[in-house]
Every structure is written in C-alpha cells, then in structure tokens.
C-alpha cells in the first residue's frame, strides 16, 4: 500500500511526465519490434531460399583449393540427385572425381587448373556426371573462387545444376536441323535463308549451281542481286508487301554468273520467334528453264494462228495486237471473209476465254477453229454465235470454263455494223465529228455456258469516215499499277480521241505504250488483245497489200 501511496501522494510524478515516460517506451518498444523484425526477414528468406533449393536439380557445393586439403568442405542437402549424401563427400567416403563422368574427368581437370593458373574468379563448366545407380547426368557447375575471411583461405564454391532435360533437347535439335539441312543440301530446288534485312546467310548447292556462284560467293548479297531488271523492279516496288506477307510466290528471271537468264517461281516464307518477331526469310527457288521452254514452244505455235497482219479492205485501215501475261494466253482476235460478202466487209472476232495458261489456250484454239468453219457456210452472225456456243457447251460439260467474244461485221458498201455481243465488254465507237463515244452493246451469255442462249444480233447504219472502232478484252483496262489502280476505260478513251487523227496502226501502239508505263514494275496479271478499226476518208488512199484469210 506504501507503494501506492507514493504514487498518489504528493511526492508522485505529474501526469504529463508519465506520459511522456510511455510514449518514450511505446518508441523504444517499437524500434524493438522493427529490429526484431529485420533480424528475422533474412532468417526467412534464408529458409525460403533452401526449401526453393531442395526441390530444384541443383546443389551447392565448397572445396578448398589447397591440394592437400580434403575434397569438399560442404555439399547442400540436394547433393542426393548423385545418389549420395552429403556425408558421403564431405566425409571423404567418395571424391568429386568419383562422380564426374570418365571420359570428361581429364577435360573438367585442366580447365580448372588453366582457370586457376589464368587467375580467372568465376567460370562455367558443363560435363556429365554418373550418380550411384550408374545413371548418367549432364550438370552445369558455375566456379567462382572466394576467400574465407575468418580464415583467409581460398575456396572454389559454386552451384551445380542438373541440365539433362535442356541437352537432351539440344540434341534433338541438332539431330532434326542435320536431317533438315540434309533435306535442304540434297533438293533439287535452290534454297536461300536470308535475315530479316533480306540480306542471304545460307545457300544449298543447287542454288549455287544453278546461278554458277560459290556458296562464299552467294553470302553477304541479297536477292536483287541476282535478279534481272525487270524482276528487281518487281520486287523492289512491292519490297515492304512482300515482306509483310508470312507467304508469298513469285515469278521473275535470275541472272546466272555467265549471263544466263534463268525463269524462276519463288516460294518464300517468313521465319518468327515465339513473341512473333520476324527474325528472318527462307525461300526454295524452282529453275523453270525447261517448263518455259516447253511453254515458249506452245506460244510460238499459239501466236502462228493469230493474223500476221491485216488483210487489204479498201477503206478500212486495221491493226491488232495480242500480248499474253505468259507465255500462252486464252486472248484471241482473228479477220474472216465470208463468201457471200462484198469485197468491201470484212468480220473481226476477238475472244477472250475464262483465266490464262494452257488450259485457257487448248479451248481457244478449239474456238478458233470451230468458228472459222462455220463462219465459211451460209448463215448469219446469230447462226454461226449459236451454234459456235452449242459447241462449247458440249465441250466444256460444267467445268467452270467460258469464253467471251464479240463478232462484229464492218459493211462498206452499205455503211453498216453489224455485231453479236456474247458476254465480252462492248466495243467503243469513237465519231470524231461529235466528239462522241458509242458502247456496242448487246444481249447475249458468255459462251459453253447454256446450250440454248440466245445471241441476237444489233446493227448501226450510218459509218462515216473517221470513225474509230476498238474491240478489246478486260485486260487492258483492268490493268494495274503499283498502287493497284486501274487502266481504266477513261484513259483509254482518252488516248483514242487523242490520237484518232493517226492510223489504226499508231493508235494501236500509243495504247501498248500507255499500257507499258502504267504497268512498270508490276507483273501482268491478264492477257490483253485489241484490234482498232478506222474508217478511211477515201479508200483509194488505204495502204496495205492483198491477204488470204
């Protein structure tokens, strides 16, 4: 009771000097706790660090680097993952040597005395090891040397991971990249592995025997470098689409060492890393050398049943023109006389059959000669489009495959046209007395479609001198650029209004020219055929020798 009496009496200190006394022992309490605090977060992640280290394929490991000294001075508790314990190699039971694999026992050996002898402090070793059932491991032991401060003696300790898994892989992977490089070495078709920049970091040897270069040669060059003019042109204004594309195909022409002009298809594709970076370009190069050849073949043979040249009508000036995207086409335009006609008409046809190539050539070629017989007995153009159509369409039996064409007939003596539209574009009827186009049009399917189509047939009267008529297929005016925009009917109106003063001849040309410098460095993608018309002011004046159709 005393003691609380002098807590209470008098001689008792003032409550605000108690309280200061508790809030000076709360601070204290305080710091107290933090530094306990501190004190045991490294504890923790000491723990933390070992239950992580346990469950992992690495262990640690101390050994002195005196010779005499024993072999390990500590080993962590995963040493197990040999098959031994701890115990067994610090106590000195097994050494290290016992555990590393013979044949890289003499390798591990050296290296580490060269590192030593170098003064390296830390360095990487990768060897197998042999655990205790006669398993064998690969680890990689990452060595760094230390000195023991409380001592001063030097250490080399380090961690030894186990890398099976990640060699095991390697190897696949080495194994699969020879079969593959085999694959690519022993092709027929050239191959090139480029950068992302294009720029060729590999070649096989049938890339290089077909240009004549060296591999060391090919190195180091991009595929412009090999390209022809044009086909560099091609490729270098479609540079950044190309290589936005994961797949692309394309045609061109290689130059070889010695000058040779090699036709090629590419096939290219991008390479992408797991986050879908481009990280490169491969292409395999097919030589088309023979199958152009083969196909230039059948071109030559094609365009021999094209006109040569125009046949003498007088007052009529005439030209045409076919110019395939390949070397065959499915473009035609042909002259026919028919016997029952004056010496002053004249019937053109221009066709042009669904798609390009072979295929689309074999069913011209059978149109060709089809109309031309039928054309040769009575009837009119109703009758020879109708029964030229019922062909067709026997032959081609649903496969998907038509042809358009425009018969048009050219009547002098009676100042008449007379025409049967069967699906093809209209022809263009320029009067440069009113400045004026005409479309030819007409009703009538495209041809081997239905059997029972009708093809009526339209006439205009009235032909006066000067007049212009141009019969052409789509691919001229749906020819593209390097932006993809069009030809255009626009411009090619335009150009025959500008030039309708000249022979059907130059008007003929000045469009083929138009046509050129709109499609500069672009690949044609259709056939294009025209035949231009010109009515002559005096048909005396007409040039032209006599022809045979």
Same mark, same amino acid.
């Given at each position: 009771?005393?003691?609380?009496?002098?807590?209470?009496?008098?001689?008792?200190?003032?409550?605000?000097?108690?309280?200061?006394?508790?809030?000076?022992?709360?601070?204290?309490?305080?710091?107290?706790?933090?530094?306990?605090?501190?004190?045991?977060?490294?504890?923790?992640?000491?723990?933390?660090?070992?239950?992580?280290?346990?469950?992992?394929?690495?262990?640690?490991?101390?050994?002195?680097?005196?010779?005499?000294?024993?072999?390990?001075?500590?080993?962590?508790?995963?040493?197990?993952?040999?098959?031994?314990?701890?115990?067994?190699?610090?106590?000195?039971?097994?050494?290290?040597?016992?555990?590393?694999?013979?044949?890289?026992?003499?390798?591990?050996?050296?290296?580490?005395?060269?590192?030593?002898?170098?003064?390296?402090?830390?360095?990487?070793?990768?060897? #197998? %090891? $042999?655990?205790?059932? *006669? /398993?064998?491991?690969?680890?990689? =032991?990452?060595?760094? &040397?230390?000195? @023991?401060?409380?001592?001063?003696?030097?250490?080399?300790?380090?961690?030894?991971?186990?890398?099976?898994?990640?060699?095991?892989?390697?190897?696949?992977?080495?194994?699969?990249?020879?079969?593959?490089? #085999? %694959? $690519?070495?022993?092709? *027929? /078709?050239?191959?090139?592995?480029? =950068?992302?920049?294009? &720029?060729?970091? @590999?070649?096989?040897?049938?890339?290089?025997?077909?240009?004549?270069?060296?591999?060391?040669?090919?190195?180091?060059?991009?595929?412009?470098?090999?390209?022809?003019?044009?086909?560099?042109?091609?490729?270098?204004?479609?540079?950044?689409?190309?290589?936005?594309?994961?797949?692309?195909?394309?045609?061109?022409?290689?130059?070889?060492?010695?000058?040779?002009?090699?036709?090629?298809?590419?096939?290219?594709?991008?390479?992408?890393?797991?986050?879908?970076?481009?990280?490169?370009?491969?292409?395999?190069?097919?030589?088309?050398?023979?199958?152009?050849?083969?196909?230039?073949?059948?071109?030559?043979?094609?365009?021999?049943?094209?006109?040569?040249?125009?046949?003498?009508?007088?007052?009529?000036?005439?030209?045409?023109?076919?110019?395939?995207?390949?070397?065959?086409?499915?473009?035609?335009?042909?002259?026919?006389?028919?016997?029952?006609?004056?010496?002053?008409?004249?019937?053109?046809?221009?066709?042009?059959?669904?798609?390009?190539?072979?295929?689309?050539?074999?069913?011209?070629?059978?149109?060709?000669?089809?109309?031309?017989?039928?054309?040769?007995?009575?009837?009119?153009?109703?009758?020879?489009?109708?029964?030229?159509?019922?062909?067709?369409?026997?032959?081609?039996?649903?496969?998907?495959?038509?042809?358009?064409?425009?018969?048009?007939?050219?009547?002098?003596?009676?100042?008449?046209?007379?025409?049967?539209?069967?699906?093809?574009?209209?022809?263009?009827?320029?009067?440069?007395?009113?400045?004026?186009?005409?479309?030819?049009?007409?009703?009538?399917?495209?041809?081997?479609?239905?059997?029972?189509?009708?093809?009526?047939?339209?006439?205009?009267?009235?032909?006066?001198?000067?007049?212009?008529?141009?019969?052409?297929?789509?691919?001229?005016?749906?020819?593209?650029?390097?932006?993809?925009?069009?030809?255009?009917?626009?411009?090619?109106?335009?150009?025959?209004?500008?030039?309708?003063?000249?022979?059907?001849?130059?008007?003929?040309?000045?469009?083929?020219?138009?046509?050129?410098?709109?499609?500069?460095?672009?690949?044609?993608?259709?056939?294009?055929?025209?035949?231009?018309?010109?009515?002559?002011?005096?048909?005396?004046?007409?040039?032209?020798?006599?022809?045979?159709?």
């Amino acid at each position: 009771m005393k003691s609380q009496d002098n807590l209470t009496g008098a001689d008792a200190a003032p409550p605000e000097v108690l309280r200061a006394r508790v809030r000076h022992l709360e601070a204290q309490l305080k710091e107290l706790r933090q530094q306990l605090e501190d004190l045991g977060r490294p504890l923790d992640d000491l723990l933390m660090a070992r239950e992580i280290l346990a469950h992992s394929p690495t262990f640690l490991f101390r050994r002195p680097m005196a010779a005499d000294a024993p072999p390990l001075v500590y080993a962590s508790p995963n040493f197990t993952v040999t098959g031994y314990t701890p115990e067994d190699i610090t106590s000195g039971r097994i050494a290290f040597k016992d555990v590393v694999h013979p044949d890289d026992l003499e390798r591990t050996s050296r290296e580490s005395d060269e590192y030593a002898a170098r003064g390296v402090k830390a360095f990487t070793q990768i060897y #197998r %090891i $042999v655990t205790r059932n *006669g /398993e064998v491991r690969w680890v990689e =032991d990452h060595t760094s &040397v230390v000195t @023991d401060p409380r001592d001063g003696k030097r250490y080399h300790q380090g961690i030894v991971t186990d890398i099976t898994s990640r060699k095991r892989a390697e190897e696949a992977l080495r194994r699969s990249e020879e079969k593959y490089r #085999r %694959i $690519v070495e022993t092709a *027929g /078709e050239g191959f090139m592995l480029m =950068d992302e920049q294009l &720029v060729i970091v @590999d070649v096989n040897t049938a890339l290089c025997r077909m240009l004549g270069y060296s591999r060391d040669e090919a190195l180091g060059k991009t595929p412009l470098d090999f390209a022809s003019a044009a086909y560099r042109e091609i490729l270098g204004a479609h540079r950044d689409e190309l290589l936005r594309r994961d797949y692309l195909q394309t045609e061109g022409e290689l130059v070889a060492r010695d000058g040779r002009r090699i036709p090629i298809v590419a096939h290219g594709s991008v390479l992408r890393n797991d986050a879908g970076e481009t990280i490169g370009h491969m292409a395999f190069v097919t030589d088309m050398s023979a199958h152009k050849k083969a196909l230039a073949l059948a071109g030559e043979v094609q365009q021999s049943l094209l006109p040569r040249r125009p046949p003498f009508v007088a007052g009529l000036d005439l030209a045409g023109r076919n110019r395939s995207c390949d070397e065959i086409g499915g473009d035609y335009f042909d002259y026919i006389r028919r016997a029952h006609m004056s010496d002053r008409s004249l019937s053109l046809v221009v066709g042009d059959v669904s798609g390009h190539g072979l295929e689309a050539a074999l069913l011209m070629t059978t149109a060709r000669a089809f109309l031309r017989m039928r054309a040769s007995q009575p009837g009119t153009l109703t009758d020879i489009m109708e029964a030229l159509n019922r062909h067709l369409t026997q032959d081609l039996g649903g496969s998907g495959h038509f042809m358009t064409l425009f018969l048009l007939t050219v009547d002098l003596s009676r100042r008449r046209l007379e025409w049967v539209r069967a699906g093809h574009d209209p022809a263009l009827c320029y009067d440069p007395a009113r400045d004026r186009f005409q479309e030819l049009q007409g009703q009538g399917l495209a041809m081997g479609v239905d059997e029972d189509a009708d093809y009526p047939t339209a006439v205009i009267d009235g032909l006066a001198p000067g007049q212009v008529i141009a019969v052409g297929t789509d691919g001229i005016w749906e020819a593209r650029d390097r932006n993809g925009t069009m030809f255009g009917k626009a411009r090619f109106e335009t150009l025959i209004r500008q030039h309708h003063r000249q022979s059907a001849g130059e008007i003929l040309e000045a469009v083929f020219q138009a046509l050129a410098e709109h499609t500069r460095g672009v690949r044609a993608e259709d056939d294009m055929t025209l035949v231009i018309v010109k009515i002559e002011a005096d048909p005396r004046l007409t040039g032209g020798s006599a022809y045979e159709i």
